[in-house]
């Protein structure tokens, strides 16, 4: 934190009083700031003088003080515009990088080993942050022991963002340099993907099980967005829907903007203040999607919702389409005359409001795929998603037909970290007979598939009431 929104005289002023927090280690950083101001007020310059008391508290050991610093730095005139700039700035060089190189179609080219060359340099600076995170618990409190002390909870947080970002970015390089999953992959491209989805896996249960979630980051806002976005780069390469979401809202604690689209109306996105004209909540579908509409679920049983707002949607992030205005409705369901088609989709507030924003759900509307998978009801969220929590418990097994016989692009079976059997699985061709099944014991399996269609495919459990975290069918395009 920093003193910083004063203007440079006040008049008629005989001196300040400065409420510090009750952790009197760390409330030396924006009392330093305080004084600051207060010795030389028409020269202050916010940013400066947090630079000045980041290099007084921090000594021979500044970095390690001022990554822990950015954690909870709230932007401020002269200064960032966003909390975690280290961060921020690493992860969009990190982005414009992986751009290019998937731009890039021919493999073998040697503009595709420039663009290699140029990610893999980004991807180090950006794990290398990760890394710094994961070990800032230790660092920090060998050299600041009474901070860190006051800071425990925030610095395991810390930690544990740190390990998800490092998952995350393990499971993304070796899929980011492999062909699209089709049904003849090679075995040596399955195995890859298999283990990068174990990554992610081991990673998504350090993010979701985290004990000290309730420990508030000032830089929430941007690690998990950051993390959310790194999930949707990883599973749209299986044919997953998992949205990223972002906004220019702060966010209330941990109520972070993933949890407008986890299908879940008990969880939501909170903003932390009044609402302001151009606030918006922006989802990120991770490709071109053609959507029949979009489902808004705002507020909680109280006014924190956008009372005036439109929503509107867009193929590339620049040029938007503005579908429909709503006027004090906190549920709305909107069905497009036509099918359009749409990656990006935001809703935006018009009004200013003492009342701060919830939305619960914010989804699109998508078309039916070609191939249409029948199951048992019970199973709805079992397939093309990862649970949140490992709660499917399957006895027997899970059959899963398609009504038409279909080519299928890829079949995957994903386990819970702590909860592994064996299984096998097979698929059914023509209404004969169920082929020879693959057994594994992996925590990811995907399953080889023949070239014709196919009409069924059955997943059978070693050990009955074992946990499963999610079953992917994804037909081809």
């Known amino acids: 934190m920093v003193l910083a929104g004063r203007k440079e005289d006040l008049p008629s002023t005989l001196g300040f009083t400065f409420n510090p927090m009750n952790e009197a280690e760390l409330s030396k950083l924006p009392l330093l700031t305080c004084a600051d101001y207060t ?27 001022k990554r822990f610093a950015e954690q909870n730095m709230t932007f401020f005139n002269n200064g960032p515009t966003t909390d975690y700039p280290t961060l921020v700035e690493l992860f969009n060089e990190f982005l414009q990088s992986y751009e290019q190189l998937t731009k890039v179609t021919n493999q073998d080219s040697e503009n595709y ?3 290699l060359e140029g990610h893999l340099q980004v991807y180090e600076k950006l794990k290398g942050e990760f890394v710094e995170l994961a070990t800032i618990r230790a660092n920090f409190g060998q050299y600041f022991p009474q901070a860190a002390k006051e800071a425990g909870p925030y610095l395991k947080r810390l930690e544990n963002l740190g390990k998800v970002g490092q998952f995350y970015l393990n499971a993304l390089l070796p899929i980011t340099k492999l062909p699209a999953l089709s049904s003849n992959i090679p075995p040596k491209n399955t195995e890859k993907y298999g283990l990068a989805f174990e990554s992610y896996l081991k990673g998504n249960k350090f993010y979701r099980y985290d004990s000290l979630f309730s420990a508030q980051l000032g830089s929430s806002s941007v690690i998990m967005p950051i993390l959310d976005r790194l999930s ?30 986890d299908n879940d109306l008990n969880s939501y996105f909170w903003s932390s203040r009044g609402q302001r004209v ?32 439109f929503v509107e949607i867009s193929i590339d992030g620049i040029t938007w389409d503005k579908v429909v ?52 009801p019970v199973f709805t969220d079992i397939v ?16 899963f037909s398609l009504e038409d016989e ?17 299984w096998s699985i097979s698929y059914l061709v023509e209404g004969k007979e169920f082929s020879k099944p693959v057994v594994s014991n992996q925590l990811v399996q995907i399953l080889p598939l023949p070239q014709e269609p196919i009409k069924a495919i059955r997943f059978m459990p070693s050990v009955s009431g074992t946990y499963l975290r999610g079953i992917l069918i994804v037909p081809s395009k």
């Not at 780069?233 to 972002?246: C, R």
Request: hydrophobic residues 35%; proline residues 5%; contains cysteine.
């Open 39 to 65: 010795w030389n007020s028409k020269e202050y310059n916010p940013y400066s003088s947090w630079q000045k008391a980041v290099s007084i508290l921090g000594g021979e050991h500044k970095d390690i003080y």
């Open 232 to 261: 949707l780069m990883i599973t749209s390469k299986f044919g997953i829907k998992n949205y990223s979401v972002s906004t220019n809202m702060p966010v209330y604690k941990n109520y972070t903007p993933s949890q407008a689209v």
């Open 113 to 115: 080993e420039v663009a």
């Open 384 to 399: 093309n998603q990862i649970a949140v929590e490992p709660f499917f418990v399957i006895e027997e097994e899970l059959t």
């Open 406 to 422: 279909s080519k299928i692009a890829l079949v995957a079976l994903f386990q819970d970290p702590s909860s592994i059997c064996t």
């Open 325 to 376: 205005s709503i006027r004090d409705k906190k549920e709305y369901v909107h069905n497009f005359p036509t099918e359009k088609e749409a990656r990006y989709l935001k809703v935006t507030g018009e009004s200013d409001e003492e009342y701060w924003v919830i939305i619960r759900h914010f989804v699109p509307i998508l078309r039916q795929p070609k191939a249409k998978i029948t199951f048992n």
């Open 278 to 309: 151009g606030d918006y909540l922006l989802v990120d579908l991770g490709q071109v999607e053609k959507i029949d509409g979009f489902e808004l679920k705002m507020g909680n049983n109280n006014q924190d919702y956008f009372h005036k707002c």
